[in-house]
């Protein structure tokens, strides 16, 4: 079992939505955030593109932040979701540093922080917080190893795209486009 | 070399989850503060939850407040029955917690006094607030009859006081949602069909092969349903036709983008009308069957051609006549949205009514993917005495201005609180709920004047609001998750109720509105008209008359009823009678011939800005709602001020770059009183810039949003009225820019 998450970059429409739901969800301190929104503009006026894309950790396959963990505090676990032991975490910052999606932030109780996949919601059968909140449903979830999974679904006959794939990373958020 | 990209992250979290440049030291103090909060997620089954309809925007989308077992709200998660919503809230339904938890919100009664010559707030008990306004209010009564009070309301607490005022003896209540919003197509859409839109609007988006977007960035309003039903055919690839200077989010998502010269909107429609008529793209069956008029009409629109319409609105011919087969194409599933907020030009019920005419002739009123035949439940009148006649009501002092006002005209309640003003009938006192009138109302030193002249004003709210500093007294009403309201029972594809309870008691001293209208009530003798002891009485007995009860609303937030008025839509060759003069849908307007409007829309020309001034456009932002959210922390978190967006071209000629703060003056030379970024953009035309509403708040009280990006409605002194419904056309301003400081006679 891998979990994973495509993002519908063609629904999308940068609500922010996911960003807040995961807040509450989680209990994220004011002036953090594990999720956000890039918007991406290209093109000159008139003929303009608008990419927009909800981010994430990207749940890596080849982590280089639980590599780097001095302490072990970073690690994978079932469905390669890639979790923070905060009681482990010494908040030294090295994964921070090594992530090439930006996903990790200093928690102001001492320890990093990153988005979990819900887990204590998959744990009860649920869905990410996000993925339910969205109200354009762009966000899709899943084992990736199942093919009738939602987000193996939505994989199926669509164009997607990694996040800097050069990185070796393998990451688990797939941009449908 | 020049950039062709721009990069940036709307979430305002700087980079990706790094802190808005918070310490990330552990102070142990803190963490033994908050040892009563889990400080990780909580399970659901460990949360209790509560029914609610959300109040954050018009929408009103039904969700369930989850509390935890210290008491705390941790989340509002939508409820999976709501068509307004289908168990997804928009980020500020789930962030409406940050109403909630907003250490600003307004705590106690407060009152007016002056301390050694300075007027100052000073706190105050419910009762000595509440004897106060009840006092005023007899005053006001006695001097100069009780309909010289007058009430400004949105949103739930205005059914309450709404309510007190008819039973205090006043008609005078006026909202922003008339005149500032959609009154113009209500005006339109109901002298072309017999009907208004209304709230939700019944467009059957999630069936439609072509939406026609005029100037509406759904998806940046973020009208929940609405937006979910884009999405759906955003998915399954239907045609999407965006008119708008702007490259809105919806206009990037659709096969069109039609980035129209501002103020020109009408000349595009009439020439569509053109096309389908002399082509023969039109809907012939149903106009044969249910319109009136059509003559008249093709011999108006003769001249209209997409050849003269290009010379307006900079659209090419070949792209307006392409547009029109795609509408026809997809007929009768096609909707040319009527928009919500359509103040604009002055002529904007005009506007409206060409969009109705499209809607006509390409058949879609009544029909599967255009719009639907709405319908509503109505909820039992609580049984109170009649309400006292009224000598007059605002409608009295129009003087045959403005025929189709069927609301009341915020502006016109405004002029006639002016004694100089000369009006037949005087305004002396108001009470104000739920709405923001500095940041709502434009032309600011018409509010400021009227604020002045009037004897007394009583301000209730939850957040010190810039309105709350023009108050006498100022009444602290609870957030939405804290108290019982009305039943929302807003009209859809199926007649539906919600309920909304409080999740707990009301933090600091606040109160509910209906508390406090009753408590007036009581203390102008009017206690007849609040008989019972909480509002909860009330809503039991309007459920049990509608076959449920309050315990069983408690436990299912929302149900839906049968439809009792026929289906959703016209059947093939149906006989249907339209609720207009003819009954039938007019294409040639019978009630604007019979008060001397034109039957049928004309373009008219509307002034352009001069050289080095920009069209002032303004909008919204998905994760707030116009002024009243920018304080709440979930929702600050996501956007903390607005910028004004300029075209790269421009921006050279000015040496403008991303980020550099601006201050923005209009046409008669008043300067925004704080600086706003600016953003460059290829995503806007180059004779317009864009701002999102609702920034700019100069209470201080509101610590997080004060002075952050500047306000729109400041800049709109250009007011161009709606002849026919007073509606407050506001996109006739225009701004240049300041890079400098503004001295103090540039603000003066």
């Known amino acids: 079992m891998r979990y994973a998450m495509a993002i519908d970059t063609k629904k999308c429409v940068g609500c922010s939505d996911c960003v ?14 594990r999720d956000w929104i890039v918007e ?5 006026y008139p003929i303009v593109e608008i990419e927009l894309r909800s981010e994430r950790c990207n749940h890596c396959e080849n982590a ?15 469905g390669g979701i890639v979790m923070v032991t905060h009681d482990e975490c010494i908040g030294c910052g090295a994964c921070i540093q090594s992530c090439p999606y930006d996903a990790r932030y200093s928690h102001p109780d001492g320890y990093v922080d990153k988005c979990t996949f819900c887990q204590h919601r998959l744990e009860k059968g649920q869905n990410t917080a996000c993925v339910d909140v969205c109200p354009t449903k762009c966000l899709h979830f899943g084992d990736i190893e199942d093919p009738y999974s939602d987000v193996s679904l939505a994989l199926k006959n669509r164009s997607w795209k990694v996040l800097a794939p050069e990185a070796g990373t393998k990451p688990q958020l797939y941009f449908l486009t | 070399m020049k950039t062709r990209r721009e990069f940036i992250k709307i979430s305002a979290v700087g980079a990706g989850a790094a802190a808005i440049g918070l310490s990330t030291i552990n102070i142990a103090g803190l963490k033994l503060a908050n040892a009563a909060i889990d400080q990780t997620a909580v399970s659901d089954e460990e949360m209790t939850s509560f029914p609610t309809y959300c109040e954050v925007c018009f929408w009103k989308c039904a969700g369930w407040t989850y509390v935890d077992k210290h008491k705390n709200i941790r989340k509002i998660i939508g409820n999976k029955e709501d068509p307004h919503c289908n168990g997804r809230l928009c980020p500020r339904g789930t962030g409406g917690v940050g109403m909630y938890t907003d250490e600003d919100r307004l705590k106690t009664p407060l009152i007016r006094e002056t301390v050694n010559g300075e007027q100052v707030f000073r706190k105050a008990s419910w009762k000595e607030a509440l004897d106060l306004v009840a006092s005023k209010m ?54 072309t069909f017999g009907s208004w839109i209304g709230s939700p609007e019944p467009t ?8 026609v977007l005029i100037g509406s960035h759904i998806g940046e309003n973020m009208h929940n349903g609405q937006v979910q039903e884009v999405a759906d055919i955003i998915g399954r690839n239907a045609t999407i036709i965006t008119v708008d200077p702007r490259l809105s989010t919806v206009a990037s998502k659709s096969k069109y983008w039609l980035p129209i010269k501002p103020a020109t909107d009408l000349a595009l429609l009439l020439s569509w009308i053109h096309v389908l008529i002399y082509e023969g793209l039109f809907n012939k069956d149903y106009v044969e069957q249910y319109t009136m008029g059509f003559e008249q009409l093709k011999e108006h629109v003769k001249d209209m051609t997409p050849e003269w319409a290009y010379g307006i609105t900079t659209i090419e011919p070949s792209i307006i006549r392409k547009t029109a087969r795609e509408m026809a194409n997809a007929a009768p599933a096609v909707i040319v949205h009527p928009g919500r907020h359509v103040v604009w030009y002055g002529d904007d019920s005009q506007r409206e009514r060409a969009i109705a005419i499209l809607n006509a002739l390409l058949g879609s009123w009544g029909k599967r993917g255009g719009f639907y035949f709405k319908e509503a ?3 039992p009148k609580y049984p109170h005495p009649q309400y006292p006649h009224t000598e007059w009501s605002w409608k009295d002092n129009l003087d045959g201005k403005y025929p189709l006002s069927s609301m009341a005209i915020t502006t016109e309640l405004l002029a006639a609180s002016i004694p100089e003003f000369g009006y037949k009938h005087q305004i002396k006192a108001w009470m104000v709920a739920g709405t923001n009138l500095p940041l709502t109302i434009p032309n600011k030193e018409l509010f400021k004047t009227a604020a002045e002249a009037v004897e007394f004003i009583v301000v209730v709210d939850t957040m010190p609001m810039d309105i709350t500093g023009y108050a006498d007294v100022v009444l602290p009403e609870c957030t939405y998750l804290e108290r019982y309201d009305t039943l929302r029972a807003a009209p859809h594809r199926e007649p539906n109720i919600a309920i909304r309870m409080p999740a707990v008691e009301p933090k600091y001293e606040t109160k509910p509105s209906w508390w406090i209208a009753k408590q007036l009530g009581e203390r102008l003798g009017l206690g007849d008209f609040f008989d019972y002891d909480d509002f909860s009485e009330v809503l039991d007995w309007q459920l049990k008359k509608m076959g449920t009860s309050l315990d069983e609303m408690k436990k299912i937030g929302i149900k839906m009823f049968n439809r009792k008025s026929g289906p959703l839509y016209l059947a093939d060759g149906e006989e249907y009678h339209f609720n207009t003069n003819s009954g039938k849908i007019e294409l040639y307007s019978t009630e604007f011939a ?13 002034p352009e800005p001069e050289d080095g001034f920009y069209r002032l456009i303004y909008g919204r932002a998905p994760m707030h709602t116009f ?17 004004v967006w300029i075209n790269p071209k421009v921006a050279e000629l000015w040496d403008l770059k991303t980020g550099q703060k601006i201050w923005l003056q209009n046409q008669d030379g008043i300067v925004s009183t704080f600086p706003i970024k600016v953003r460059v953009t290829e995503r806007i035309r180059w004779d317009s810039v864009y701002m999102v509403h609702g920034f700019g708040h100069d209470n201080k009280k509101l610590t997080r949003t004060f002075g952050r990006g500047a306000s729109d409605t400041q800049l709109i002194t250009n007011v161009m009225v709606d002849p026919m419904m007073g509606g407050t056309g506001m996109r006739g301003n225009f701004v240049t820019f300041i890079t400098e400081k503004p001295g103090k006679e540039a603000e003066a």
Not at chain 1, 22 to 32: K, L, R
Not at chain 2, 596 to 602: E, L, S
């Open chain 1, 40 to 44: 991406n503009v290209s093109g000159a």
């Open chain 2, 594 to 606: 019979e008060l001397g409007f034109d039957p049928m829309p004309k373009f008219t020309k509307h």
């Open chain 2, 204 to 211: 059957d988006i999630r069936d439609t092969n072509c939406l």
């Open chain 1, 20 to 33: 807040v739901a995961c807040q509450t969800e989680n209990n994220v301190p004011h002036g953090y955030c």
């Open chain 2, 377 to 379: 439940i109505s909820v």
């Open chain 2, 627 to 643: 002024s009243r959210t920018s304080n709440n922390h979930n929702l600050f978190d996501l956007m903390n001020e607005n910028s």
């Open chain 1, 64 to 78: 280089p932040c639980v590599r780097c963990c001095p302490t072990g505090a970073s690690h994978t676990v079932e």
């Open chain 2, 138 to 191: 007899k005053d006001v009564a006695d001097k100069y009859g009780p309909e010289s009070f007058a009430l400004f309301n949105h949103g739930a607490p205005g059914e309450h006081f709404k309510h007190l005022l008819h039973a205090y003896g006043s008609e005078n209540e006026g909202e922003p949602a008339w005149a500032q919003c959609r009154g113009p197509r209500e005006v339109g859409f109901s002298a």
